[in-house]
């Protein structure tokens, strides 16, 4: 299983998915949170409305071409340290944008 890349995920996809990973425990708040605020700033997210930003809360990341790869869908061993790995690059992609 590949990992997916988070290049094409906008800014907002990002936040909402930061939100996803520290709600499920794969990042901690206080490594995320400050970036989840600084790029929802940046980015004007206002966060109910924008549907980018909702998919990222349900742990779905916008891989491009109209396609997500889904977080919510790991589950305990291989498919859940790929998780980890991808919250902690969509960590590091958001942190790029600030």
Do not use: E, H, W
């Not at 890349?5 to 800014?11: I, L, Y």
């Not at 889904?70 to 942190?95: D, E, F, H, P």
């Amino acid at each position: 299983m590949g990992l997916p890349s988070v290049s094409s995920a906008g800014s907002s996809n990002l936040v909402g998915l930061l939100g996803y990973c520290v709600q499920n425990n794969f990042l901690g708040a206080s490594t995320a949170s400050p970036v989840m605020s600084a790029l929802g700033q940046k980015a004007g997210i206002s966060g109910q409305g924008d549907s980018a930003y909702q998919a990222g809360q349900r742990g779905l990341l916008d891989v491009g071409n109209g396609k997500s790869f889904s977080l919510a869908s790991a589950g305990q061993g291989i498919k859940q340290q790929v998780t980890q790995k991808v919250c902690n690059m969509v960590l590091s992609r958001s942190q790029s944008l600030l």
